[in-house]
């Protein structure tokens, strides 16, 4: 399978897992403006590799799949370009920015019978693989809320230094970075959202037009631990009008309800989801190596920090604990098998309206919005 990739910066770790002998997979172009990165990826994918600055360049050769590592804003277009050319899509997430353009990107898959298949990759973490597998095991009975805590500490060295941090760019973090949990609040919640109301501003980072903060290409954590405390931080981008603080409330089809919060500029970096059933409660601790989860199904006066029952979860190798491996293998899989219905544009469109409904409410004093 002859694979071409769209964006060669922040993503380009993961572009070289679509390039697999065993998985039947080769890259055989890449497709990126900047000389520099054509040419980290001559290095990376041999010297036969073909190198184009403009995506019509890409979408005339002979390729099965085009695999689109973007900048938001041009999630949509470039994979409608793609799907209509015949090639068959991987696209980071958030599918798309705005409501319009996601079903846009659906329609061109469906008339062209191609495969489409969205970069939400922590379905194929095992952490929220073991919590649905919990939830369906009946460990807590019927579900009845899902919670989520989203604790980002590095928002300040990587959000708000470049192009994140411009609502025309990314509309808000609540797709940019929040998309993967409201997918996820709409998996472990088996439904998708009827209605949403938000609250959020920006209380920290604000705009730097004198400050030239180097551009988010590559994580550097070590860095991240010694920016501290993020409101003295003065290397910000010169526009920052998204929100570092969020707060979303959302009811879902099935009458599960739902709450996503997101702060960019806490002292730890994790995520808690706590699923609430009839039955009893989960909850995650750490979503990485070591992390378990814990259920607490028999009545007890006050909190206990012992739970009724401890599942550990183990994490094979790969990026985002394990889940980047797997997700590029089942989209290699169903390319492999010409199989167009397994993609996974739905679900990705449910939480593109998630994301941007969140962000019309709260930018517009928490009016709720109605899908």
């Excluded at 572009?15 to 990376?44: H, M, Y």
């Excluded at 739902?258 to 409660?281: E, L």
């Excluded at 007890?300 to 009724?308: N, T, V």
């Amino acid at each position: 399978m002859r694979i071409g990739i769209v964006g060669y910066g922040a993503r380009s770790k993961f572009a070289e897992l679509f390039d697999d002998a065993q998985l039947g997979s080769e890259v055989v172009a890449v497709c990126d403006p900047d000389p520099q990165r054509q040419r980290l990826a001559k290095e990376r994918f041999g010297s036969e590799l073909i190198v184009v600055s403009a995506l019509p360049e890409l979408l005339k050769l002979e390729l099965d799949a085009v695999v689109i590592l973007t900048p938001d804003d041009l999630h949509a277009e470039h994979a409608e370009l793609a799907l209509n050319a015949g090639k068959a899509v991987y696209v980071e997430k958030p599918l798309a920015i705005t409501v319009p353009q996601a079903e846009a990107v659906l329609a061109a898959s469906a008339k062209n019978q191609k495969l489409l298949f969205v970069g939400h990759n922590m379905r194929y973490m095992p952490i929220v693989e073991a919590l649905r597998k919990a939830i369906d095991d009946g460990l807590i009975g019927e579900v009845k809320s899902v919670w989520c805590r989203h604790f980002v500490g590095h928002g300040g060295d990587f959000f708000f230094k470049d192009w994140h941090a411009d609502r025309s760019r990314v509309n808000s973090l609540l797709l940019q970075k929040g998309t993967h949990d409201l997918d996820v609040i709409n998996y472990l919640s088996g439904s998708e959202p009827e209605r949403v109301s938000a609250f959020g501003n920006r209380t920290v980072y604000f705009p730097n037009p004198q400050a030239q903060p180097k551009a988010s290409i590559d994580h550097d954590w070590d860095a991240y631990l010694r920016s501290w405390p993020p409101v003295d931080r003065e290397d910000l981008a010169a526009v920052i009008d998204v929100e570092d603080l969020s707060i979303v409330n959302l009811q879902m089809r099935n009458g599960v309800l739902a709450t996503y919060q997101q702060c960019h500029y806490t002292p730890d970096y994790w995520r808690s989801y706590t699923v609430i059933g009839d039955r009893g409660r989960l909850e995650n601790f750490g979503d990485g190596p070591g992390s378990e989860i814990r259920v607490w199904n028999q009545r007890i006066m006050g909190y206990s920090e012992q739970p009724d029952l401890t599942l550990r979860v183990h994490h094979p190798a790969g990026s985002h604990a394990g889940a980047d491996p797997r997700i590029v293998a089942a989209f290699l899989e169903a390319l492999a098998a010409g199989n167009p219905e397994a993609g996974n544009g739905r679900s990705a469109l449910a939480a593109v309206q998630a994301g941007a409904g969140a962000t019309e409410s709260l930018r517009s004093d928490g009016q709720p919005v109605v899908f």
